[in-house]
């Protein structure tokens, strides 16, 4: 009787709002590279304590299940980028950033009309996802970068008055790495010599 048992590890979700973003200081929006106005914001979610004790594999991929932006003041019909700027795995490289910048988890065309809210719908693990480190969550946040990079003329005010309150996103946490496992609980063991009975598999050693 084999003893290489399967064990899948569990999915997680993780909800941000936006009016949870605790970085609320003007200090937290500025200006990207070539431009002299505000035009980018950085977004902190506390997890109070939570997912600490998750425990991923190196092959854990963090995905988009679907994003609100909304389209604000100055920023309407112009596009998005959302950085995720804590740790992952991915070696990246931009144009602007070169390899000091962070990871684009999506990107997002704005409606010109302003305070229309823009919503991305992700039916696949295979866009919109990075490979994460396994203790991604130990310092208890999730932090983001918020980016108008083609406005270069007029602030956009991300902090007051909350703007930022119908920002919404969801990540999805997909780590299925076989792993080996003796513990018959997990994954009962299989008796290969007796699988199928009319076609028996068995094993010379």
């Not at 823009?118 to 130990?138: C, G, R, W």
Request: proline content about 5%.
């Amino acid at each position: 009787m084999t003893d290489r048992n399967i064990k899948y590890k569990v999915v997680t979700r993780i909800q941000c709002f936006g009016d949870d973003n605790i970085l609320t200081n003007a200090q937290y929006q500025y200006p990207l590279s070539g431009s002299t106005v505000n035009n980018a914001c950085k977004m902190r979610f506390n997890l109070k304590g939570n997912l600490g004790d998750l425990n991923l594999s190196q092959n854990a991929r963090m995905v988009v299940e679907t994003c609100c932006i909304p389209s604000l003041t100055n920023a309407a019909g112009k596009y998005a980028l959302l950085r995720l700027t804590t740790p992952t795995n991915d070696r990246y490289w931009d144009s602007k950033k070169g390899a000091n910048g962070n990871p684009i988890i999506l990107s997002m065309g704005l409606n010109s009309t302003a305070n229309t809210l823009n919503i991305l719908y992700n039916a696949s693990e295979f866009f919109y996802n990075l490979n994460i480190p396994h203790n991604i969550f130990s310092n208890g946040i999730l932090d983001m970068e918020l980016e108008i990079p083609s406005q270069t003329s007029s602030a956009i005010e991300f902090i007051s008055g909350t703007p930022l309150s119908t920002f919404y996103i969801n990540f999805v946490i997909i780590d299925a790495d076989t792993e080996l496992t003796h513990d018959t609980t997990l994954a009962p063991p299989i008796d290969f010599k007796t699988y199928n009975s009319n076609f028996p598999i068995k094993f010379i050693y």
